[in-house]
T-cell receptor, first 113, second 112 residues
Framework: DTEVTQTPKHLVMGMTNKKSLKCEQHMGHRAMYWYKQKAKKPPELMFVYSYEKLSINESVPSRFSPECPNSSLLNLHLHALQPEDSALYLC????????????FGSGTRLTVV | GDSVTQMEGPVTLSEEAFLTINCTYT??????LFWYVQYPGEGLQLLLKATKADDKGSNKGFEATYRKETTSFHLEKGSVQVSDSAVYFCALKGTNAGKSTFGDGTTLTVKP
């Protein structure tokens, strides 16, 4: 299995809703990432988990809350989002050591109304 | 800090034309270099990579050579197809960095 699976593929939520994005990989990768990508822009790093511990938080607002329950799963909990948070949210994984390079999921297209 | 500068787009080519997308970088030490491709409506896919100077990464007819003397990693393909239409991102990862640095992306459109 050489994939990163993200669910859901599309999500529309109101500004008072609580929702979660999910990401799963079974490649034995011990580093997992959340990126946010706006249209026609490069992905922007949000969070990095290494061996299930949060190692990088790029000053992301607290309305985004990451969770890594085990080495295969990564969640992003969303609460009280703003319309400007609408974007493609990408999950990626990699081996922390050895040959670098990310495997990305297909993303969740989030629209905040 | 680390940075990646990509050739500005968009780039429009006819099928079977030669493709070059320029990428230069600034980094300390010996970073690894990557090209990722993003097709419409999808996530990024790793296209090719090189981890040390003079390495050539290649995949699906695309090539890029790690040139430390010019701090460059230009993407080339000898004959593009309509299916190559996508956004291409150059990226680097420093030796001790926990994250990658991406260029702004170059949109390629190939017309039949």
């Amino acid at each position: 299995d050489t994939e990163v699976t993200q669910t859901p593929k599309h999500l529309v939520m109101g500004m008072t809703n609580k929702k979660s994005l999910k990401c799963e990989q079974h490649m034995g990768h011990r580093a997992m990432y959340w990126y946010k990508q706006k249209a026609k822009k490069p992905p922007e790093l949000m969070f990095v988990y290494s061996y299930e511990k949060l190692s990088i938080n790029e000053s992301v607002p607290s309305r985004f809350s990451p969770e890594c329950p085990n080495s295969s799963l990564l969640n992003l909990h969303l609460h009280a989002l703003q319309p400007e948070d609408s974007a493609l949210y990408l999950c990626a994984s990699s081996r922390p050591t050895g040959l670098p390079g990310y495997t990305f999921g297909s993303g969740t297209r989030l629209t905040v109304v | 800090g680390d940075s990646v500068t990509q050739m500005e787009g968009p780039v429009t080519l006819s099928e079977e034309a030669f493709l070059t997308i320029n990428c230069t970088y600034t980094a300390t030490g010996y970073p690894s270099l990557f090209w990722y491709v993003q097709y419409p409506g999808e996530g990024l896919q790793l296209l090719l990579k090189a981890t040390k100077a003079d390495d050539k990464g290649s995949n699906k007819g695309f090539e890029a050579t790690y040139r430390k003397e010019t701090t460059s990693f230009h993407l080339e393909k000898g004959s593009v197809q309509v299916s190559d239409s996508a956004v291409y991102f150059c990226a680097l990862k420093g030796t001790n960095a926990g994250k990658s640095t991406f260029g702004d992306g170059t949109t390629l459109t190939v017309k039949p």
